[in-house]
């Protein structure tokens, strides 16, 4: 590289630097997890300005700009093999010839990590002490599986100069600071966001959306979204609702693998006739106009990216306290959402519900404000000027001969 390069952001007339990006995520779709949504838009947003390059091993999604790289799969389970098989692959085709390296899986390699969930070490250890801790490593040590995660993590958290990462809450950052003390300094906060929708709600739409959806279009719709059903509360959730009036009803929407457990539960509750199985939508817009309340009693969420969602449409949330969802650290109990304190209390969601759709207008303005401060045109910046300062690091790096 000429010496003559700045190793700045910008080029030398002042106009920003258009970067050549690659994107992991094994699975690359809006229909996925928070995770997945959270990577998309941010491919979304900032593809007009940047060269990106998605490298996954399921691809549903279309953008103008975009550049799709399918990972072959030879296996999808075991996970880890397969974690360690695509870390391999995208390491070997982006080792050279982009400007930064973006990865939101376990990876060793990448220039920006974004961590969507508890670290694993975090997982295995915590709160241990003594004999029981020594156990544990005595189960880490006989697990392949186990141990490849770790070496992986560890790998990926290992400080460079021009490394960042990226939490995406407040609390996610404090376990981040616990458990990779090394890594605090490269650790930034980027929430998930939003993109306001284009009309309000209104009740024509939420007949059409309830008729579309095959929703019943008298009484209460309770929304449900998540593909992890136990560890997003759905046992919980289900058995308020068993507390709840007759013209309660429950819309589940997400992967449908885990629906025959949770029949069984419905179907010992007598709440066949008031609980809806919706599956995975392309779309989710639809199930939002239809609800007139979200109920999120989750047992671990870093963030919660479907419950911004809800707030966006005005939805009065019911959602786990910032003990187990990222996202509650930032909401005012009684003024944006309802917080639970226990999530695993039925009484105590079903109390919330209730409370819930007897003030919506107050929360549903609420919610509305809190989800205008959180857009995805708004975040995208912030993740843009990460992209930048890494490439001006490695720039000057090259310059020095570092």
């Not at 309660?248 to 949770?262: C, H, I, Q």
């Not at 759709?357 to 045109?377: D, K």
Request: charged share 20%.
């Amino acid at each position: 590289m000429s010496s003559s390069t700045p190793s700045s952001a910008e080029d030398s007339v002042g106009e920003q630097r258009r970067l050549r990006i690659a994107v992991f995520n094994r699975t690359f779709s809006t229909t996925g997890g928070g995770a997945e949504r959270y990577s998309t838009a941010l491919v979304e947003q900032l593809s007009a300005k940047h060269d990106i390059h998605v490298f996954a091993q399921e691809i549903a999604h279309n953008w103008p700009g975009v550049a799709y790289h399918r990972i072959f799969m030879p296996m999808r389970k075991p996970r880890w093999i397969n974690q360690l098989w695509f870390a391999t692959c995208t390491w070997w085709l982006t080792r050279s010839g982009f400007d930064v390296v973006h990865s939101h899986e376990n990876t060793w390699h990448g220039d920006v990590q974004t961590v969507h969930v508890l670290p694993v070490k975090y997982t295995l250890f915590r709160e241990l002490r003594g004999w029981r801790k020594a156990s544990r490593w005595i189960k880490v040590a006989t697990s392949p599986r186990l141990l490849a995660y770790l070496a992986l993590e560890r790998l990926r958290f290992t400080p460079r100069p021009s490394k960042k990462i990226v939490v995406t809450s407040e609390s996610l950052r404090q376990i981040m600071d616990s458990t990779y003390p090394d890594c605090a300094r490269m650790i930034s906060v980027i929430t998930p966001g939003i993109t306001l929708p284009l009309l309000p709600l209104t009740r024509l739409g939420k007949k059409n959306a309830r008729s579309l959806l095959g929703l019943p279009q008298e009484g209460y719709c309770i929304l449900f979204v998540a593909n992890d059903y136990r560890k997003k509360g759905l046992k919980t959730l289900l058995t308020a609702l068993g507390q709840c009036p007759a013209g309660f009803n429950l819309a589940v929407v997400g992967n449908l693998s885990e629906m025959p457990t949770f029949m069984e539960q419905v179907k010992t509750l007598n709440l066949e006739s008031r609980v809806f199985f919706l599956g995975s939508l392309k779309n989710v817009a639809p199930a939002y106009e239809s609800a007139d309340c979200l109920a999120h009693p989750t047992l671990e969420d870093t963030f919660a990216m479907v419950v911004l969602e809800a707030m966006s449409y005005g939805l009065p949330v019911v959602v786990s306290s910032s003990r187990y969802c990222g996202i509650s650290e930032l909401l005012q109990h009684g003024e944006n959402a309802l917080i639970v304190d226990d999530p695993l209390s039925p009484s105590e969601v079903q109390k919330a519900i209730k409370q819930a759709l007897s003030q919506p207008q107050h929360l549903s303005r609420g919610a509305i404000a809190f989800a205008r401060s959180y857009q995805w045109s708004r975040l995208a910046l912030q993740q843009e000027s990460l992209y930048l300062d890494v490439d001006a690091a490695k720039r000057g790096a090259a310059l020095t001969g570092c």
